[in-house]
């Protein structure tokens, strides 16, 4: 394995990669799934690359940016036995001054997250667009995790004519259902056991479609009530909404159908997601 | 020569295309300008795509769009002897429902062109950020007699790590100076005539920069003077500004400096620019 820290010498070794290439962004302070991306990448293609790169756009101004967790020793040595390359640039070689462009995916990315975090899918699908340029790979992997996310890097690659594929892998969770995320290391041992209530309420909600409830409103009622259960849990949102588009469906359910929401333990904002089918 | 009128046609001819590559995006009704930026493709690369899309989403609502001059059969009989391929995409191949993803060059793309044309830039990097994707070029070719334009396209690439070099080739101009354009041809022979004061103007910018005048002020009020003898012209705006950042300077200039206006002659909105070196 062999790290690259410049986008030159990342477009000298992409020359000599061989095909296909699997790529997967991150931001580092990896857990089991990231390992799940990479390894998927691994099976899938000839040459990974794994990007390691805490992207300062994407995070608002009162954000976790400073914050947030970083370990690169500990990643570098979790991505060696599966990783060919590890592309971790330097924030100004990325954003040298007077960068100024920007990819705007539009409506999708003003709902959910984007509604909550402005700016923040800009910051992604600008940086994610440098990305693939920089690295050019066959596919790239995205986890489930951050439903919205991927939606919004698969819009972007098709509504682009980008030449790759975007893989979309499922959420990878702890033995008691919390979606893996670098964030759950803020939190302290009573609201680690309170940010159970995250899956708890979509296993609910996936609960009831499967026992034939349509309605939205119905499952929205009773996701609620379980959350506010939890005294630590703060609701940020609870959505339930057409897995393309990301509109909020008010009545009967039409899958597949995103279950999302957000909740707030603490300081720590968390997110998790299920798909009706 | 071959017509390719796909995307996936595109991609599958782009994978046999000898390296490297020339790319020339164009709306058509080619003049001499397009030309000698295909003949340069031609000289400097293996393989030469030439592209002919008139491109909705850079027109504002009420431009030219329906009425920009198309002319496919004689743009193909001029291309036949220096292209290898012509890309000619239906609109709705490059744009199907639901695409909604903008690329945004952020403050050069507001000034000159962009104030007087809210979205033009907007629609242009878009395009050609799809275009760049689809035909992945060595090399593209851009007339600097768009000047804004090719600055746009340039800091798009260089922001975005695009792997491609944004070539910038010199203004083709009639033996009377008016600089070749598409749109010339909506002049009358009356207005034909008025349109020289356009090269008539940044020609004596040019010669009053050669003779040490330095102040912007200056410069610019006798530019705007001779303008005003031309009845038929009516100025939209006469600038002199840097030529990286496109800001106005209004005392000492420093070169390089892109010295640009827009002429309305009748309904025929006409620009050109020279540089201050």
Not at 94 to 107: F, I, K, L, Q
Not at 175 to 200: F, W
Request: hydrophobic share 40%; proline share 5%; net charge neutral.
């Amino acid at each position: 394995m062999k790290v690259v820290e410049t986008i030159a010498e990342m477009r000298q070794v992409r020359k000599e990669l061989e095909e296909p290439v699997g790529f997967v962004p991150t931001m580092g302070f990896l857990h089991e799934g990231h390992l799940s991306l990479v390894r998927q990448a691994r099976a899938e293609n000839a040459s990974v690359v794994v990007s390691i790169f805490v992207n300062p756009t994407q995070f608002g101004p009162r954000e976790d940016f400073k914050n947030y967790p970083r370990d690169t020793k500990r990643d570098l040595a979790v991505l060696e036995p599966i990783t060919d390359f590890v592309f971790m640039p330097a924030t100004d070689g990325m954003y040298p001054e007077n960068c100024d462009t920007r990819v705007e995916v539009g409506a999708i990315t003003e709902r959910l997250e984007g509604a909550a975090r402005p700016g923040h899918f800009r910051g992604v699908s600008t940086v994610v667009a440098k990305l693939f340029n920089i690295v050019q790979p066959t596919r790239a992997y995205f986890g489930q995790k951050d439903a919205q996310q991927l939606l919004v890097i698969k819009k972007m690659a098709a509504d682009l004519d980008m030449d790759l594929e975007v893989v979309a892998c499922p959420t990878v969770r702890e033995p008691d259902g919390l979606a893996m995320s670098s964030r759950n290391t803020y939190l302290n041992d009573r609201q680690r056991q309170a940010a159970t209530v995250l899956y708890r309420t979509l296993a609910l909600a996936q609960e009831r479609w499967s026992q034939g409830e349509k309605d939205a409103g119905a499952i929205r009622r009773e996701m609620t009530e379980l959350i506010k259960k939890e005294p630590l849990a703060d609701i940020k949102y609870i959505s339930i909404a057409d897995a393309g588009t990301l509109k909020e469906v008010f009545h009967r359910i039409k899958p597949p159908a995103l279950v999302s929401l957000a909740v707030k333990i603490g300081k720590t904002r968390l997110i998790d997601n299920v798909v009706l089918e």
